[in-house]
Each structure stands twice: as C-alpha cells, then as structure tokens.
C-alpha cells in the first residue's frame, strides 16, 4: 500500500468515526429531550402521587365539599374519586387527575389575581355575597366569574367597579343585601374566580328564572344551569 493510500484511508476512516459519534450524539441529545418531555407531562398529581402539591388539592376538595378524608398528602382511591367528582361539576375532562386545567379551576393554578387588586376581590365578594347567598359554593364562584367575564368583554366597562356599579346591572346594590356582612364563603369564590375558574363557561350574564320576566334574556343562548341561576351569552 502506497502512502497516499494510507493516507487516504486513515482519512476516511476519522470522517466515519466522525459521523458515528455525531448520530450517537443526536441520538442522546433527542432521547435525553424527549425524556424532558416525558417527565413535564408525567409532572402532574394523579394516583400515587405524594407531596405538598396534593395536600393542597386535598384542602381544596375539603373546603369544596368533595372529599371528606386525612389532607395526608397521599394520592389515593378517595382523593381521586374526589376530583373526578369536582372535574364533573365544573365541567371539564373527568379523568381523576389534577392536571394543569384542573388545578386552574381548583385556584391551585399558579395563585395568580390576575391584576385584580384586593379591593377588586372585595367587591366581586360583596356582589357573591348579596346575589348568591343561598346557592352552592359553585354557584356563588360562577356569579363572580361573571364579573370578570364582563371586564374582559368588549361590550362592558373594563374595570370590576365599572362592572358591579354599571346602570342596572346589578339589583342587589340597590337594597338591603348589599350592606350585609360578606360572609366567608362568598370571600373565598371571589379569590377562586380571580383565580381562574369559570364554571359557567364565559356567561356574561345569569338570572333566576322565577324572578325574571325579560324575553331578552330567556332568549340568551344558555351556557350551564347551576342551582337557581341559568348562565348565558
């Protein structure tokens, strides 16, 4: 064998074991991003999950109604029985799993206001307390969201006062409820609606069927019905 030849060869062999350890390389780089993957979509509390996140979800449920066991942090039958009952009355996928939607609708989603100041929450607790005293706890977080639902549309004022103190929009301003004690509970719906559950599936505007007359607003296109109020566009 010529110089040149051996040369070459040597050449060709260092390109080779050049592209061989390129591909492993790739071949590590995308197995070690899809593993990433893998475990940001595993990183959610489900059954057998353990930790702070879940006793959180566990006191959430408590205070709910939902789950009547030990906040023991231990993501068992019960917890998971739990939020398949929640999932199923606000209306969204029932798998038993506290995902990020559901932790959302839970107020566990980041514990963000949103922008909303404390005395925005104040407000939309007042206006809770006034117009939903006697419904559920679902009930009274729907009417806040409705609230919050106005703010973002186009066809209201932008702010939560504008909102609650708009002509008309409000009756309970106008009487004696409006000067009642907030109570806790309604405290409590306010925080979760800023936080981000919407049980009413972007209603704009609710009423009670016994106590309205208006044909335009029976003929709004209905989004849920939760206790004595029916919800729509």
């Known amino acids: 064998m010529t110089v040149y030849k051996a040369f070459r060869n040597f050449y060709i062999f260092l390109i080779s074991l050049a592209i061989l350890l390129g591909a492993a390389a790739g071949g590590t780089a995308a ?8 475990q940001a979509e595993y990183a959610l509390s489900k059954y ?26 231990i ?35 980041g ?4 922008g909303y100041s404390s005395s925005d929450v104040q407000l939309i607790a007042r206006v809770i307390s006034a117009e939903a005293r006697g419904e559920s706890y679902t009930g009274q977080v729907a009417v806040g969201a409705v609230i919050l639902n106005r703010v973002a ?25 409006w000067y009642a004690s907030v109570t806790d509970t ?6 979760d609606a800023v936080n981000g559950w919407d049980p009413t599936g972007g ?5 009670n069927p016994s106590k309205t007359s208006s044909s335009w607003m029976r003929s709004r296109p209905v989004t849920t019905v939760i206790g004595n109020h029916v ?3």
């Open 31 to 38: 197995y070690m991003l899809t593993s990433k993957q893998e």
């Open 48 to 73: 057998g999950s353990t930790g702070s996140e879940v006793r959180q979800i566990q006191t959430k449920l408590k205070s709910l109604g939902y789950y009547n066991g030990s906040v023991d942090g």
């Open 75 to 109: 993501y068992g039958t019960q917890t998971q029985n739990a939020v398949r009952s929640f999932q199923r009355s606000v209306g969204i996928t029932v798998d038993g799993i506290a995902g990020p939607q559901t932790l959302l609708y839970m107020g566990l989603g």
């Open 111 to 114: 514990g963000s206001s949103g």
């Open 153 to 177: 549309h186009p066809s209201f004022p932008d702010t939560v006062s504008g909102v609650v103190y708009q002509s008309g929009a409000f009756s309970c301003v106008y009487d004696s409820n």
């Open 186 to 191: 309604a405290k409590r719906a306010a925080q």
């Open 203 to 207: 209603a704009i505007y609710y009423y």
């Open 231 to 233: 919800f729509c566009k």
